[in-house]
């Protein structure tokens, strides 16, 4: 008597399953990568609007104009490398952090 016929249906059957559980994991994975996907997309674009809404153009015009006395070529050079931004980004940057520091302060100090 030969099991072997027995054994390749409980083989087939296994695989069966098994590719089964493989699809079901495998979409379980997509799912909650697509959720986490739209999860930081919508933090990303929340967070991209509240930085469009600086407005930056006073800082960067009135650090262009303190350039004056600079040759042509060097003011080029610094209003096309974006320097003016960059100082501007920094210095809301750090009002942002002092800002955020005194949040703790205000519920740990008497």
Known sequence: MSFQPILDALNGIAG???SALLWVVNSIVTVIWGVLYVVIDGLL???SGFVSLI???????SLTASWGLLPAQIVWV???????????????AYVIRMILN?????FTRI
Not at 55 to 61: F, G, Q, R, Y
Not at 79 to 91: D, F, V, Y
Not at 102 to 106: C, D, G, S
Request: some cysteine; aromatic content about 6%.
């Open 16 to 18: 069966i399953f098994g």
């Open 45 to 47: 674009t929340v967070i």
């Open 55 to 61: 407005d930056l153009s006073t800082v960067i015009t």
């Open 78 to 92: 610094i209003s096309h490398s974006g320097l003016a931004q960059c100082l501007a980004i920094i210095g809301y």
């Open 102 to 106: 005194l949040i703790p302060a205000t």
